[in-house]
């Protein structure tokens, strides 16, 4: 992860002496996230959706390069089972919340331009519209609550008792993303996003139990070129 992030930071610095336009922009959007509840890995189960809000900083060079850095942020909503069981010799019934967990995420992306000539020159729209693919890694702090209700009885999930506790966890998703640029003014453009990802650490656990191991996201939203 440090080679890593020092790999980026390193690229970044030399590109940036030739760099032909800065920018900062907003996107926004949604991602389904897949999770697994079985012990197989790429076994899915279930899917979550979230609303993305992210900021950003973008680095296109001569050539066909581009880099961004960018802040986001996003939450997931709650689950809730209930189930019954003997306690002490008596029926309960137990509500089990997972409260909405919120995440901030870091991302960095490294960019190579795949736009085709020969199509923009047939299509004066097309002119306008740059596209990238690029890489991903995303640094992810979640932080999520989590509380437990027990009723009195099985007839009655009124809660008696409860539990809370609170956790947050370091992820860090990778993968591949696509960016496209509408050329709105000389200062101003369109931006969208695709990504799809997935956390290393979670796609290859294989314990039984909750893990949420992908994501597909889409975000759109416009930048502004300082020069």
């Not at 697994?36 to 959706?49: A, G």
């Not at 799809?196 to 930048?223: C, K, W």
Request: aromatic content about 12%; proline content about 2%.
């Amino acid at each position: 992860m440090k080679k890593l992030l020092i790999f980026f930071c390193t690229v970044a610095v030399v590109q940036s002496v030739q760099a032909q336009q800065f920018s900062a922009g907003f996107r926004t959007g949604v991602s389904t996230w897949g999770d697994r509840q079985e012990s197989k890995s790429f076994d899915r189960k279930d899917y979550d959706l979230s609303w993305d809000k992210e900021i950003f900083l973008r680095l296109e060079t001569k050539g066909k390069f581009a880099f961004e850095a960018g802040m986001g942020h996003y939450s997931i909503g709650q689950r809730s089972e209930i189930r019954q069981e003997s306690l002490g010799g008596s029926n309960h019934t137990i509500l089990v919340v997972r409260d909405r967990s919120q995440h901030v995420e870091w991302n960095l992306s490294a960019q190579y331009e795949i736009s085709c000539p020969t199509l923009q020159d047939k299509c004066p729209l097309l002119k306008k519209i740059r596209s990238y693919a690029g890489v991903i890694i995303s640094p992810t702090l979640s932080r999520t609550t989590t509380t437990t209700y027990t009723s009195g009885n099985a007839a009655d999930i009124t809660a008696t008792g409860y539990e809370s506790s609170r956790r947050d966890v370091w992820n860090v998703w990778t993968g591949l993303s696509h960016t496209l640029i509408y050329e709105y003014s000389p200062k101003w453009y369109f931006t969208s996003s695709l990504r799809m990802q997935v956390e290393p650490g979670e796609t290859f656990n294989n314990t039984t139990g909750y893990h949420r191991d992908s994501r597909l996201g889409l975000q759109i939203g416009a930048g502004y070129r300082f020069r």
